[in-house]
């Protein structure tokens, strides 16, 4: 206890230094996210030193509500930050006074109905220009269940940030506009939200909502004959993505602005066609994700810094962490152990799955860590490879896939440069049986088995065994070409 003591006077000396240190910091990089982070890690610790005097209760502390991660994705100027905004203040997740503040500032630069998405758009650039290009995060709670907010940008040049988040999600909410000549540019050849929703679905989401937002624009004014001609032309897409409108598919109506739809049912006198329920008690109400709890841990490192240690940020895909114990960062094989682990911001002494995480660890320089490495359980790590091969469905591309083909491939976290060693065989879509002869090339919308090789070592899993480490997509020139999954690790 003494020990405890000792060091915890000299936190509490160094303490001021370090929180002057991070705000000078800000106050030089407005762009640098990070440190904007760093500045609340730092007045997390001083909460989380203070209970350690109360040993009785860190006892056994984590969150007790079940963590869902909902990323919104969709077309730029959709209203993705707009709703998120919405969510937080109907939540009282932002203080009303904020909310003016923001309002009055908003109003200075003469871009009033931007004011609710900056609750998720922090940094000055976002603001100036109205578009995301980091996944903004931020959380807000329901009776039952605790959400993590992902905010993706919807731009065409920021897709790679898209993918680092859609790969913590649970939950996708596709926002499209309903605002004429909105929807179509979102949705034709060159939009962003068809390329989206595939991503989405490769990165693992369960569950899709379909927000038809802007319902309360002028040109829409809460027409159902609009909204059904949305909803008819985006199903077809998804149904060819693989998502079942029956499970995992659900259309709403809704106005981010005004926030009708999002948390209170729409009243009769607005909206008579639709009965439906708001978009929160409908997500609150969503069955709840089985997760593998008593597996090996596992968490793709999502992004790192330093802050008196080296701390890596992520979600938990599986497994328990506890304070203390050891752990790999693979694939370098360099063990580390745990120091404090925190929970959407709040110090814990545990963490399970599907929970967002900063974990801080002992034994690695922050250097030595890059976005997409696992942190794993030191008895049972996961599998690191080089060449494997993998079920491919080529989406997009002009010409043809031949061997020797190379692109970037997005795996979980990771993103590595890849190069096609060989095609083994092509898979017929609708029945699944594999062609006797080797194909001399892949074209658009046809299904292969091909031999990958990447150009470093990456963690993967079989997709059967994991999927969440076994699924990725393949980019080049900016679009997605393709979307696959890992069938076996070669060498």
Known sequence: MLENDVLLRRDCESEPLDSWDAEEDSILT???????????????????KVSKKKP???????????????????????????????????????????????????????????????ALDTNQEERDKGKTVEVGRAYFETEKKHFTILDAPGHKSFV????????????????????KGEFETGFDRGGQTREHAMLAKTAGVKHLVVLVNKMDDPTVNWDVERYNECKDKILPYLKKLGFNPTKDLTFMPCSGITGMGIKEQISESVCPWYRGPAFIPFI????SLNRKTDGP?????????????????????SGMAKKGINLLVMPNRTQVS?????????????????????????????????????LCDA???IKTGKVFDAQVVILEHKSIICAGYSAVMHIHCAAEEITVKALICLVDKKTGEKSKTRPRFVKQDQVAIMRIECSGLICLEQFKLFPQMGRFTLRDENKTIAIGKVLKVIE
């Open 379 to 381: 008895s049972n790590p």
């Open 160 to 179: 790679p940030n898209m993918i680092g988040g859609a790969a913590q999600a649970d939950l996708a909410v596709l926002v499209i506009s309903a605002r």
């Open 297 to 317: 841990f596992i968490m793709p490192i999502v992004d790192k810094y330093k802050d008196m240690g080296t701390v890596l940020m992520g979600k938990v895909e």
């Open 56 to 118: 009785p209760k860190v006892e056994e502390s984590k969150s007790k509500k079940e963590h869902v991660n909902v990323v919104f994705i969709g077309h730029v100027d959709a209203g993705k930050s707009t709703i998120g905004g919405q969510i937080m203040s109907l939540t009282g997740m932002v203080d009303k006074r904020t909310l003016e503040k923001y309002e009055r500032e908003a109003r200075e630069k003469s871009r009033e109905s931007w004011y609710l998405s900056w």
């Open 284 to 287: 609150d109400e969503l069955p």
């Open 30 to 48: 407005p762009e640098d996210e990070e440190m904007e982070l760093d500045d609340g890690e730092v007045d997390g610790d001083s909460v989380a």
């Open 338 to 374: 745990v120091d404090q682990l925190w929970s959407d911001d709040e110090e814990v002494t545990a963490v399970g799955p599907g929970e967002n995480v900063k974990i801080k660890v002992k034994g690695i320089e922050e250097e030595d860590v890059s976005p997409g490495f696992v």
